[in-house]
């Protein structure tokens, strides 16, 4: 299994509930903000850096926009924006 993770938070995973279990179960992906270095992994973490051009939008502020009746579609692909519309996810 997959987390997809910014890449700021890969330090931090030795503090997240249920750590070792999370790690032996799963594999991150974390995308670097602009100007960040790839992720480190603490083991027992396993991940990699995604490559490519870094957004500048974090989930934080999508959830943000959502929980103020804001738009998200120019943050997110259509799907996405309606799959959260849809599901009234983050609300």
Known sequence: MFYLIGADHAPALLKWREAEELARLAEFLAIPRPGQ???VF???FR????KGSPLDVSASQIRERVK?????DHLTPPAVAEAIHNYHLYL
């Open 37 to 39: 270095a790839d992720a």
């Open 42 to 44: 603490a083991p027992p």
């Open 47 to 50: 991940g990699r850096t995604l």
């Open 68 to 72: 103020a009746g804001r738009r998200i």
